[in-house]
């Protein structure tokens, strides 16, 4: 049974049930699982690991570490009460209130942090990791599926491994993949990527047959990402974005080719990728965490000649179409894992374009991406720092008002901060452009007042740079009143100034 | 005259005095000099300019770009009214009064990121570069001093170009430079530096002999940086770390030689390098921006095998030892430009150990190396983002008090932040060590108020958390009250209630 998902035929006793898998879990314990954004998540495991508890109502509480957020599975462990702590992302309803309490200990990390951080020992020892299969090779090498995560190294790392042969990943997954995990210090190499499409590895992650204790055999798809459509916000912001790069060409700043590209995950990011496929822009790249839906629009309109990922995070039918088409896409895609996806090595040498959501911006152009209210965790950094600190272009988007215009995301001061001034270039939302490059902070400040700002919170923006000004600074501020529309927001459940509330759509 | 100086025989006749060279310096113009860190500046030429436009009351305002802060050229410029934007850095009183003023335009850089920057295009065109020389090659290549800073690039990018040969610096300086320029993108290769002690590139910047205005022969030694003393504090947080990196041995996760140190410029990084001299570590080495005296007692003590920097930042006394010893460093020393002694690629291959400076640091463990009050530039941000985001073990050392006691530098909120949580391992005061390593922010706060805070303020810092996380959140603050600590002591003078003050023995 299953000798062309389980090659290594020693292996094949292995085959266990979830239920019995599960059991293999043991309280105290840290491990390691597959996934990254929703895709390539264990999926077997997890639901009978939380499915025993609930049942049994024992005590049994792991360290769950990941490549990014997974699917169904971070409710459900959250829910369960299994997770002591979790790193390092995270981007679900549960799991988040359960951060924000008090009651699952979350480290969030720069995503090219995490195995750096595991090699140094400080993290304490990997017991078990759990990886998402399309098949086994003759060798015991684990070939992945629709994502990459930090899976070789919890791989190497981990004592004993769990696998999930998971026969809805079609076999021609193999060779999609590149793993490549650099020496430890003090042999370290380059890592010799010099072009997205640089293929540095091997196809599968290599792995040790006597440490993998059981092998279950799942059958089940991602869970989908379905984006709701772009709203005109959205797409003003997209075309704003295009508009900046079509400039950027034309000055003879960037090449025709652009460079490569990365965005985050969601709506806007996917709209301004989506909205290339109109655009003048021929022989793009893509060299990115996340490769959404637009990604694979693009390489069907023939727009976007090589895409380098770590994870496929798309939508039902999206990953439907792509799943039974996987070989239309193999000489123009690469998966690999989120140290080389996000290495500022890389990112540097390669010049990449990136585009990534801010939750605020302050008029000087410090980011929050994580504090909701500098507070309430909302998903974590993820790799927009990766990215923001090392790109040839650093993009944040936000939309400029939230909660029906009770919310400004441009801000006096942020009271959480994730970029800081010097990694921000260009802020975009549906109003316009800030360019921040070349300017000092009191420049960026009166270019976010003239193009990014709501009007509705202009002037009062205005009246505290000036006054703050006035004050003298390299960054003017005005300490007593920096916060104060988020205090105003705390406590009023608004923003604006009572004489303003209801002005919205003036 | 000046054969061994000026071997490019052709250039000869191009010898001026610093006042018709200072002619060529026009209204308007962009202009990039030579040096970092008080070391390896051009002398003559600013001063010659400044003494011209006091004369005649002129107005040439220029834009400034260096590799960091000059020596005595810094203050003279600013005083003299002749910069209009200054970049990346400064460490002058002068300079910041007239940038937090608003007079003169500042730009704080990652020094990374100041070449990717210029390559852009954005920040302009370049006209002119001043470069100090200790010679000029056969085919007109320029061979440093005591500093490479940004000026490889500089001089490829500038229209034309003015050398200071300084015959203060010894002719034995040539052959410790290690000049190498990544290549344009795409075309760009790894930087193949895998141990600190390689050597990639060639002795001396590569110049057009035809973009050479003149050449101005200067004699005059960088402005001495002699440190104050270490004083009691400053000698038990080098004790403190000192401790840590034995402790870190110990446990396996440091090897026996450490690994790579850098240390950012000021008294507490020398106290803790020259504490090595009588630790246990033997064959270190060192990837740093700035060489401070203790790097050459190390040497001496034969505690350093090799160290790698951009400059050679030393004491006057420190000044005449090396530079007439020069041979006897030969094959432990190199001297690189900036873009190398601070890629965040380098630094990650290698595991650089990194030591800087805080101003302040919050409960949490963000830090704002820059802005005095958040609002008043003190010097920029310099290379401490590179190495914190990169190093193997990232460290910020600050004095738990300032002023007497009346400010605390671990405080509720900073207001200004440089290094986020992401990017800072260890917090090292007289007090401490806080050893932030796999925690969660709520976790960080609890090891902060334990080990860093000086006991004074430690109640009410404690106070503060108890009650913000009665509030909940992954990182709990009281928006209401984060920045009282520096409203207070705007109003008062002082951060702590009244009650308290004068109880700093206590």
Redo the contacts between chains.
Sequence with gaps: MYEDRIRHAGLRGRVVTAEEAQAWIQNGMTVGVSGFTRAGDVKAVPKALAAQVKKTGEVRKINLYSGASLGESDPILSESGVINSRLPFIADAVTRKA????DI??????LS?TV??LR?????HMDLAIIEATAITENGGIIPTTAVGNSPVFVEKADKIIIEVNLAMPLNFEGLHDIYI?QD??S?????I??VSDRIGVPYITCDPDKILGIVISNESDSPSDLPPADAETERMAGHILELLSHEVR???L?ATL?PLQSGVGQVANAVLSGLRNGPFEGLTVYTEVAQDAVFELMDAGKVAFASANSLTLSQSMQERVLTQLDAYRDKMVLRPQELTN???VI????VIAINTALEVDVYG?VNST?V?????MNG?GGS?DFA??A??TIFVTKSLAKDGKISSIIPFT????H???DVDIIVTEQGIADL????P??RSKEILAHVVHPMYREALADYVQR??A???????L??E??SW??RF?QTGDMRLAELVGTVNK
């Design positions: 951060i924000n309490r008090g200990r979350y480290m969030d990390q720069h942090h750096e951080i140094t020992g400080v993290l304490g650099p210090r003090p370290r190499q380059p890592i010799p010099m072009n000055r003879g700043r090449p460079g290495h500022p090595e540097r040498r390669l010049g410090n504090h209210g500098g507070t309430h965790m950094i720092g600190r090392n040839a272009l009271p959480h901060v994730d800081t001034e010097h490059r070349g300017l000092t009191r420049e703050a000004t004050r003298g600074g390299q960054t003017p501020h300490l007593s920096a916060l988020h205090t705390e």
